[in-house]
């Protein structure tokens, strides 16, 4: 059981929770601190004073004030005005993470939400009722308004939701499940769909993926040094204690494990003392990415546990005083610059593997160390010749999906929200990056592995490939076999796609 408090929700707990249904409770604590909010909410309401999103209208309606009998009307108005999202459907995983992380923020105790509200967030995501979140419609400033909206209307009874592996209507859902929807009090409305709750759940387990892909992109990168006879002297410790960025030191150290006594690398011969730069420099661009990866965690991390909605509520315990300040933490460039830069890093890693693609498969940058194409046979055989276009074409498309989103906005609400952050945008173009580096990181590790087999064939039986990389060249070979002659060739590259998917590698 995860118990949240607002204060100490971490990325593997929100995967944890996403992927592997973990059940999750509100901490005592924070159950106090969650009704002390809605008590001052229900405070306000009695004096009659004028607070947005309690007593006012939303965004540009700002100034339209909200009579008491209208105030349960307009936070149920705000769903099903704000649900528009359109596009596909986000993922189980994904939606899980968004409920958690909304529910977390509303723990905090400064959104007005009342405990029973919150509780039946939580109890959608224990029973495994998961709402049906458009990808599209959100300008990641006064937060994920669209798709936050579709999450909230199954607290309402309303929209649709996935419940035991069927879509069905949230009425349907929680009648199945024994639950009962809410009647929302003033400010919920607000504070279930005012936040960065999408862009953080994408972002963070974006970032768990590309932290185990930049470890893949270190292995693949040894195993196809191994398959070019190449040199590991450019990961000396030395080397790089000189230029010491961390994560650059860090990677070069990594690599050194991996190809440990091994003895398909080239030891130091005079006339030829270099690799080109795509082995060369592993260390200074994966450990550029691992920064950029680095900083996408930290800036995650705080996200995970801040209070991203509007406005926010706080009250003194002493002298009984209740402020309510209208603020802007709801603006989500601080995760659209994180996931553009770690966009860009990771496009980076497919541009360097793809290279490498490129130089296992033509036997003239490779020196003849390994035939065209690693093929035995080649003109009757292909070979691995098309692999690496569809590596080509796999980076060209993260080059384009790495133009930053962040760059960019649009004024929304009659201009009153006059600056978005484009946050989900973001993350949605780095998934897509993802998908495509992974593919890409198969085909290398597919074609490194047949590099390894034709060395095989001129070095004695007895040599050995690095600690690390033995095993997974090991590994390859039970999915895929040495292609020999042409075969469909598309059957095994699915298989590496897949192998490199899973959790086994």
Same mark, same amino acid.
């Given at each position: ?23 999750? @409770?509100? &901490?005592?604590? !924070? ?8 008590? =001052?909410?229900?405070?306000?309401? %009695? ?22 009998? $209208? ?91 996935? /419940? $035991? ?51 893949? *992109? ?15 002297? %450019?990961?000396? *410790? ?13 990677? =070069? =150290? ?5 190809? %440990? ?14 690799? !080109? /730069? ?13 920064? @950029?990866?680095? /900083?996408?965690?930290?800036?995650? $991390?705080? &996200? ?28 989500? &460039? ?6 553009? /830069? ?71 609400? *009659?201009?009153? &929200? ?23 990181? @198969? ?5 490194? *592995? ?23 060249? $090991? ?31």
């Amino acid at each position: 059981m995860l118990f949240i408090s607002g204060q100490s929700l971490t990325l593997e707990q929100v995967a944890q929770v996403a992927m592997h249904n973990e059940p999750v @409770a509100l &901490e005592p604590h !924070a159950r106090e601190k969650v009704a002390r909010a809605a008590q =001052a909410v229900q405070t306000l309401l %009695a004096r009659g004073e004028v607070a947005y999103g309690i007593t006012t209208g939303f965004g540009a309606f700002k100034d339209r004030i909200i009579s008491p009998e $209208q105030v349960e009307t307009l936070q149920r108005n705000i769903l099903i005005s704000h649900a528009v999202g359109v596009g596909n459907l986000f993922d189980r995983a994904t939606t899980r993470a968004i409920m958690l992380i909304r529910a977390n923020t509303l723990a905090h105790g400064h959104s007005g939400i009342r405990p029973t509200t919150l509780q039946l967030l939580l109890n959608l995501l224990n029973v495994g009722i998961h709402p049906c979140i458009p990808q599209k419609g959100s300008l990641g400033a006064s937060g994920d308004l669209a798709p936050l909206a579709h999450m909230a209307l199954v607290l309402i009874g309303e929209g649709m939701a996935e /419940y $035991q592996g069927e879509i069905v209507s949230a009425e349907t859902a929680l009648a199945r499940a024994g639950l009962q929807p809410v009647v929302l009090a003033a400010k919920e409305g607000l504070a279930l769909t005012n936040g960065t709750a999408v862009m953080a759940a994408i972002g963070t387990l974006a970032v768990l993926r590309a932290e185990k892909l930049a470890e893949l *992109a270190d292995t693949a990168g040894c195993l196809s040094l191994e398959a070019l006879n190449g040199t590991p002297a %450019a990961f000396d *410790a030395r080397i790089h204690a000189l230029r010491p960025h961390p994560r650059q030191v860090e990677c =070069a =150290a990594h690599l050194r494990e991996l190809l %440990a006594g091994s003895d398909f690398t080239r030891q130091h011969d005079p006339a030829n003392v270099q690799d !080109a /730069y795509t082995l060369r420099c592993i260390p200074q661009v994966h450990g550029a990415a691992r920064d @950029a990866i680095a /900083y996408a965690r930290w800036v995650m $991390q705080i &996200e995970l546990n801040a209070v991203t909605d509007n406005p926010l509520i706080f009250v003194d315990t002493a002298s009984g005083q209740i402020d309510v300040l209208s603020g802007g933490n709801f603006h989500g &460039e601080p995760i659209a610059i994180a996931l553009d /830069y770690m966009a860009i890093a990771l496009t980076e890693l497919g541009n360097i593997s793809e290279r490498r693609i490129m130089r296992l498969t033509d036997e003239c940058s490779n020196a003849h160390t390994l035939p065209a194409f690693l093929t035995p046979n080649g003109g009757l055989n292909s070979g691995f010749m098309i692999t690496q276009y569809t590596a080509a074409a796999l980076a060209t498309e993260n080059k384009v999906l790495s133009h930053p989103a962040s760059v960019d906005t649009i004024p929304t609400s *009659a201009n009153v &929200e006059d600056h978005v952050s484009m946050g989900l945008t973001a993350g949605l173009k780095v998934c897509q990056i993802l998908e495509n580096l992974s593919q890409i990181l @198969a085909i290398e590790l597919f074609a490194a *592995a047949q590099g390894i087999d034709f060395r095989k064939q001129v070095l004695p039986p007895t040599a050995s490939l690095g600690a690390g990389t033995a095993p997974v060249y $090991q590994s390859i070979r039970k999915i895929v076999p040495f292609i020999a002659e042409d075969t469909l060739m598309s059957i095994h590259l699915q298989a590496m796609i897949r192998w490199v998917g899973s959790c086994e590698l």
